[in-house]
Every structure is written in structure tokens, then in C-alpha cells.
């Protein structure tokens, strides 16, 4: 079966901390995707990445970066100098190849402080 | 572009009643999605479709109907509506598998609708 867990539930840092939103997941495919999607709390769901299972590589864009490691099984999400805008609730999501349904885990509510 | 739009924003249902929620996009995608998001529970997948004229169940399709008769819309019903289906409805759609690694489309979520059961 396959399975996303967030295991944190919510986090509160100060405005210019580093966060990371740890994101773990389970399947047996070899061939799957993942992704993090943020929902602000106006509500709406935002595409942040999307990573295949072949592709390892970190990724950076602009204050975010991810982490892929299929060693551990996870993709963890950080947030470097972080901002009031970014409080919000962090969905990571998994997919597999050929299935095109997305599977979320229960998402990680972050809250940056002034 | 629109994008993806779902009518209506809010609703209150009295235990027994019957409603459609719309979901529309104009992104010409080729499949849809509907899930729900309780506290705590993340989105789970109620129906989906892969193409105009199918459906197929998700993971929660217990109480819920859909129909897409046309592409760019995806129809949800709640035929008699239930307190335990009070939740934040969400519509999806996305271009589907490209067959290729590392093409796969992202999917595109509506507003939600906010659904109260009494």
C-alpha cells in the first residue's frame, strides 16, 4: 500500500528561521512521483514541485529547497529566512506512474511569527 | 483563464437533502478529480474521471455520484446528504500522463466548497 506521512502536525518558528517540513513515504513502485503543495489560509491549493523517482537531484528555488532521498524514503521541504506569507498548510502528496491519483498526507501547518 | 472554478463557494444542507456541486476548467485538461479535506485527514479522493463520458471510484466514493458529460465540467452529487459529509470539497483537473518520465502534469485545484451537513 502505499502511504505519505507528515509527521509534524504544526510548527511555529520566528520570521526569518529556518524550517523544514519533513514529508515520508511508502511504496513498493519503483517508478512514482512526488510533490508539496501549499494551502494558504485563503484556502486554495498551490503546486509547489513536483520530483519523479529517477531524478535525485535537490532542488532550490529562490528560499525553497527540497530534499530527495530515496534512501530514506522521504522529501523534505525548507524553507530558509522564512516570512509571515509562507504560514500556510504544507501538503506532500505521492503518485504513482500510470495512476495519475494523487495520495496526501495530512499536512504540516506552519506559522511564522513577526 | 479561469482555470478551475466550483459552484457553489459555500452551502448549508439540511440531513436528507440533495445537491450538485460544478466543478469547470477551461484548461482543456483531460481528467478531473474530486476530493474532500477534513481536519487532520489531509485531501482524500472521492471520484474521478480520465476523459469526457467516464468515471472511476477513489479512495471515499460512499454516498457521492459524479458525471462529466462534457470535458471541461465534473459534476459531484450528494444524493441524500449525511452530517458525516461535511467537509471542503475540492475540484482538480490536470493534462493526465504523458506517458513520458518526467512529463507527468501537476494537477490544478479549484477555490473549494465549503459543504455543512445539519
Known amino acids: 500500500a502505499q502511504k505519505v506521512t507528515q509527521a509534524q502536525t504544526e510548527i511555529s518558528v520566528v520570521e526569518k528561521e529556518d524550517v523544514t517540513l519533513d514529508c515520508v513515504y511508502e511504496t513498493r513502485d519503483t517508478t512514482y512521483y512526488l510533490f508539496w503543495y501549499k494551502q494558504p489560509p485563503s484556502g486554495e491549493l498551490v503546486f509547489l514541485i513536483r520530483r519523479n523517482s529517477f531524478d535525485e537531484q535537490n532542488e532550490i528555488s529562490g528560499r525553497y529547497s527540497w530534499n530527495f532521498q530515496k534512501s530514506t524514503s522521504s522529501f523534505n521541504f525548507t524553507i530558509t529566512a522564512s516570512q509571515v506569507v509562507d504560514s500556510a498548510v504544507y501538503f506532500c502528496a505521492l503518485s504513482l506512474y500510470n495512476t495519475d491519483k494523487l495520495i496526501f498526507g495530512t499536512g504540516t501547518r506552519l506559522q511564522v511569527f513577526p | ?113 465549503r459543504l455543512t451537513v445539519l
Not at chain 2, 36 to 45: A, E, I, K, N, T
Open chain 2, 1 to 113: 483563464n479561469a482555470g478551475v472554478t466550483q459552484t457553489p463557494k459555500f452551502r448549508v444542507l439540511k440531513t436528507g437533502q440533495s445537491m450538485t456541486l460544478l466543478c469547470a476548467q477551461d484548461m482543456n485538461h483531460e481528467y478531473m478529480y474530486w476530493y474532500r479535506q477534513d481536519p487532520g485527514m489531509g485531501l482524500r479522493l472521492i471520484h474521478y474521471s480520465v476523459g469526457e463520458g467516464t468515471t472511476a471510484k477513489g479512495e471515499v466514493p460512499d454516498g457521492y455520484n459524479v458525471s462529466r458529460l462534457k470535458k471541461q465540467n465534473f459534476l459531484l452529487g450528494l444524493e441524500s446528504a449525511a452530517p458525516s459529509q461535511t467537509s471542503v470539497y475540492f475540484c482538480a483537473s490536470s493534462g493526465g500522463l504523458a506517458g513520458v518520465l518526467g512529463s507527468y502534469n501537476e494537477q490544478f485545484f479549484g477555490p473549494g466548497t
